[in-house]
């Protein structure tokens, strides 16, 4: 398999796709994937260009053996050339995204996520307790799997 190239994106690239690039990178190294996907996060806005992930994301994925290990980037136009899917957080992050370019595999992260109903936006926990960010991780890691599962099927054979 060619090697796949992840981008997670989410608004301040602090909290949900940092915890999700280190959720996708521990179950990648898990599944014996690190030869064959690649991962990046990235935020829509600037407010925290250079910044370490959020300390409560930090917290929680510490608790689940997971260490974030990123410094915040804004997306780029050029992101859409370099990377294969693009996993938006919410459909504001997944709208921001499509007004800078288009992308044919542009989807929302949690529509990878099997116990989703209708709302398929991962809330923002930026301003509320510790909890939202433990219910963040929860839906992030049913996701992934979700997500390296599709892409597994998707370029079986390829
Ligand atoms: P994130 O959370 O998009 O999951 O990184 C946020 C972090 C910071 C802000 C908003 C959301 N902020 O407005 O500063």
């Known amino acids: 398999m060619k090697v796949q190239k992840i981008l997670v994106v989410c608004l301040g690239n602090i909290c949900r796709s940092p915890m999700a690039e280190g959720i996708l990178v521990h179950l990648v190294k898990e599944r014996g994937l690190i030869q064959s996907i690649e991962l990046d996060s990235a935020g829509t806005g600037a407010y925290h260009i250079g910044s370490d992930p959020d300390r409560r994301a930090q917290q929680v994925c510490l608790s689940r053996g997971i260490i974030l290990q990123h410094q915040a980037r804004q997306v780029h136009r050029k992101d859409f050339d370099s990377f294969d899917y ?35 936006n991962v809330p923002d926990p930026y301003y509320g307790g510790i909890e939202g960010f433990h219910e963040v991780y929860d839906m992030l890691y049913r996701a992934a799997n979700g997500l390296l599962d599709h892409i597994l099927e998707e370029k079986a054979g390829v």
């Open 86 to 120: 693009i996993l938006a957080m919410d459909s504001d992050n997944q709208e921001a995204l499509k007004k800078i370019a288009p992308h044919d595999r542009l989807f929302l992260m949690r529509s990878f996520d099997a116990t989703a109903q209708d709302d398929l």
